[in-house]
């Protein structure tokens, strides 16, 4: 009876580490193209506890709008529209660390099929394409995204952006490409965890365990 009853107290009283997240991000606004937008992240603070995952997402925004003016006495049909960027994020942060390295995002907007009535303007979009990639870190790098009390590193994000069109003669054209960058990064760890104070349950528990050895040993005696 005994030794279950410090059991008992040792499995009320016991703290392990706790499995916790922490995330950091950095979204710009969308700005004209080309674009130049350095990202800012946090580092893991290792006083919180150990590393068990790093999961960097990378992220890509492209809007386009077209505003076509046909001052002809004359429709105009079958008028296309395209962009295509591409979103390289580098950097220190980045390449420096060969299981992440340089990425790029291939961004694309169109639209075909515009007509134009006569002494007419017509808007086309916004037109949107959005994608990310998602980069898991080896855990042999993991040191290069912690340090003790924290800190930032940063990523450098920027674009190459093309034009192309058709059906487009003898009309005005008002064209605006816009672009932005984004980056999160979410750590996973064992967080570190000191002996709190015992809470009220776990505190009757122990003393539950406690009194029925006491009863069982009364008990012995009288017998």
């Given at each position: 009876?005994?030794?279950?009853?410090?059991?008992?107290?040792?499995?009320?009283?016991?703290?392990?580490?706790?499995?916790?997240?922490?995330?950091?991000?950095?979204?710009?606004?969308?700005?004209?193209?080309?674009?130049?937008?350095?990202?800012?992240?946090?580092?893991?603070?290792?006083?919180?506890?150990?590393?068990?995952?790093?999961?960097?997402?990378?992220?890509?925004?492209?809007?386009?709008?077209?505003?076509?003016?046909?001052?002809?006495?004359?429709?105009?049909?079958?008028?296309?529209?395209?962009?295509?960027?591409?979103?390289?994020?580098?950097?220190?942060?980045?390449?420096?660390?060969?299981?992440?390295?340089?990425?790029?995002?291939?961004?694309s907007t169109s639209?075909?099929?515009?007509?134009?009535?006569?002494?007419?303007?017509?808007s086309v979009g916004?037109?949107?394409?959005?994608?990310?990639?998602?980069?898991?870190?080896?855990?042999?790098?993991?040191?290069?995204?912690?340090?003790?009390?924290?800190?930032?590193?940063?990523?450098?994000?920027?674009?190459?952006?093309?034009?192309?069109?058709?059906?487009?003669?003898?009309?005005?054209?008002?064209?605006?490409?816009?672009?932005?960058?984004?980056?999160?990064?979410?750590?996973?760890?064992?967080?570190?965890?000191?002996?709190?104070?015992?809470?009220?349950?776990?505190?009757?528990?122990?003393?539950?365990?406690?009194?029925?050895?006491?009863?069982?040993?009364?008990?012995?005696?009288?017998?």
């Amino acid at each position: 009876m005994k030794s279950l009853a410090v059991a008992l107290a040792a499995s009320a009283l016991a703290v392990g580490a706790n499995a916790a997240t922490l995330t950091f991000s950095d979204a710009p606004a969308l700005a004209t193209t080309e674009i130049d937008q350095p990202l800012s992240l946090g580092l893991f603070d290792t006083s919180l506890g150990s590393l068990t995952g790093v999961a960097l997402t990378l992220t890509g925004h492209m809007r386009s709008t077209a505003v076509l003016t046909n001052n002809s006495d004359s429709s105009l049909s079958g008028g296309f529209v395209s962009w295509d960027s591409t979103i390289t994020f580098s950097g220190l942060g980045l390449g420096g660390i060969p299981s992440i390295g340089v990425h790029q995002l291939f961004l694309s907007t169109s639209q075909g099929s515009i007509g134009v009535g006569a002494h007419s303007v017509v808007s086309v979009g916004p037109l949107a394409d959005d994608d990310s990639t998602l980069v898991l870190v080896s855990a042999l790098d993991f040191a290069a995204f912690e340090r003790s009390g924290g800190g930032s590193f940063g990523i450098d994000c920027g674009s190459a952006t093309g034009f192309s069109g058709s059906g487009l003669t003898g009309l005005s054209t008002n064209l605006t490409n816009q672009a932005s960058c984004e980056a999160s990064i979410v750590y996973t760890y064992n967080a570190r965890v000191t002996n709190p104070a015992p809470e009220p349950g776990s505190l009757a528990l122990v003393g539950l365990a406690l009194a029925g050895v006491s009863a069982a040993r009364r008990k012995a005696r009288v017998a």
